[in-house]
């Protein structure tokens, strides 16, 4: 059964920084795309960023130059260190792990708010 948890969200003012993590269990993460996806109240959930078995990765344009992802598969898990934090990233930031054949599965989220 493949189980992902997410911790690292919290409250923090703009400017400032979080780290977020997330650790799989029940997968050989070397073998997923792994990803980050965040869903505001009232908007649907949009990727944030991706890397690929390979290491190769890709960002939303609204994160671009400030967050970055990065994974360790040793320790089944992914990260998203996340600067320069703005109050339009406020959130639920969601891990995502996608198969060769598109099965996508989810963890249940941690919360991020950035103030003003």
């Known amino acids: 059964q493949v189980q992902l948890a997410e911790s690292g969200g919290g409250l923090v003012q703009a400017g400032g920084s979080l780290r977020l993590s997330c650790v799989a269990s029940?997968?050989?993460?070397?073998?997923?795309?792994m990803g980050w996806y965040r869903q505001a109240p009232g908007k649907q959930r949009e990727l944030v960023a991706a890397?690929?078995?390979?290491?190769?990765?890709n960002y939303a344009d609204f994160v671009k130059g400030r967050f970055t992802i990065s994974r360790d598969n040793a320790k089944k898990s992914v990260y998203l260190q996340m600067n320069s934090l703005k109050p339009e990233d406020t959130a639920l930031y969601y891990c995502?792990?996608?198969?060769?054949?598109?099965?996508?599965?989810w963890g249940q989220g941690t919360q991020v708010t950035v103030s003003s």
């Open positions: 995502n792990a996608a198969d060769v054949l598109q099965r996508n599965y």
């Open positions: 029940g997968v050989i993460v070397s073998r997923y795309k």
């Open positions: 890397i690929t078995v390979g290491g190769s990765t």
